[in-house]
């Protein structure tokens, strides 16, 4: 995946819900692995996420999953498989998903990258 272009850049803001807490951390692993792998596996070919823990700083978002997709729809896709699982608004509330396009100013405009890359 390494020519991996992202059409869209989309940010899940989540929190923890009781259902989700009340589970052991196998148990956790095992219902990530039951429930929701399954249901996106077939829709990733096109989307890639990582995850992020937020909860040892601030109250209201405890994980953000950050999910690129080479098209709007292959994102689409993932988000209606995921919503047919626990994840759900059962084990996680969904706080707020943010939708963007890197540099789609300069896409758009036909101008440099304004970012740093000191990396």
Known sequence: MSDFEPAVTAFLLLKTNRAWLELSVPERVA???ENVLPAVKDKAQDVRWRYYDTEFYTARVTDIWVWEARSHEAFQLAIEALRETPFWDH?????????GVENGYAKHYDSDILAANNA
């Open 31 to 33: 219902a990530f692995q």
């Open 91 to 99: 084990y996680f509330e969904i706080v707020e998903i943010l939708v």
